[in-house]
């Protein structure tokens, strides 16, 4: 199993970035992913989770409204959509997914918002 992430970078406040999450490794479509992140000195939190076919999706109070997770199928990968970023969004963005009980985690990528 492999998850790699990309899209992260630098971004003033206010503005957006959409992450992708690209899975290889294990049958996509039958399982749900995750986006977490982790800031400085903080625990790592849940951001939003995406059913196995897209149809159901959760998002952490912060970013409700703000934050959008999609997938795609056929590609392989999972995006999350962030919008109306503000400097407490800054964070290291993981995604996540559970294969017969064995959790995985990509590299992470950086998510800086300046004020």
């Known amino acids: 199993v492999q998850l790699v992430e990309s899209g992260g970078g630098l971004v003033q406040s206010g503005g957006s970035l959409r992450l992708s999450c690209a899975a290889s490794?294990?049958?996509?479509?039958?399982?749900?992913m995750r986006w977490y992140r982790q800031a400085p000195g903080k625990e790592r939190e849940l951001v939003a989770i995406?059913?196995?076919?897209?149809?159901?999706?959760n998002y952490a109070d912060s970013v409700k409204g703000r934050f959008t997770i999609s997938r795609d199928n056929a590609k392989n990968t999972v995006y999350l959509q962030m919008t109306s970023l503000k400097p407490e969004d800054t964070a290291v963005y993981y995604c996540?997914?559970?294969?017969?009980?064995?959790?995985?985690w990509g590299q992470g990528i950086q998510v800086t918002v300046s004020s």
């Open positions: 996540r997914t559970t294969v017969r009980s064995i959790r995985y």
């Open positions: 490794g294990f049958t996509f479509s039958d399982c749900a």
């Open positions: 995406i059913g196995s076919d897209g149809g159901s999706t």
